[in-house]
């Protein structure tokens, strides 16, 4: 398995993610067991306070193979703490959204 890395993405290299991001990556490609094709980490242009900005979010290509069903089973190992968003043929969002800090920060 190779993990493959957008020309745009390098200002934010695996390794700034936050802790529990990469324990989400580990995951993802332990379970896809396939190459993995990183489109966006901290750069680029998303909506405001996303968590991108924070490295508490990923965006991946969909798995060659079974995407819905891989996608489905990535939510489930990672649990409430994470959203696993499919926005379509086009890219899967990962992102680290414990229930706590939701809480802490509600206005």
């Known amino acids: 398995m ?4 957008k020309v745009e993405c390098t200002e934010g290299v695996l ?13 993802l ?15 680029g242009e998303h909506q405001t306070l996303i968590k ?9 290509l969909p798995p060659k193979e079974d995407a819905e069903r891989k996608t489905n089973r990535l ?7 994470f959203q696993v968003l499919w926005e ?3 890219r899967i969002h990962i ?5 706590d800090f939701k809480v802490l920060f509600r206005l």
């Open 2 to 5: 190779i993990v493959w890395i």
């Open 15 to 27: 390794g700034r993610l936050s802790y529990p991001m990469q324990y989400a990556f580990q995951w």
């Open 29 to 43: 490609c332990t379970y896809w067991a396939e190459d993995v094709y990183v489109v966006a980490i901290t750069g």
């Open 52 to 60: 991108h900005y924070f490295a508490n979010a990923i965006d991946v």
């Open 75 to 81: 939510k489930e190992l990672l649990g409430d703490d």
């Open 88 to 90: 379509g043929e086009e």
């Open 95 to 99: 992102e680290y959204s414990p229930k």
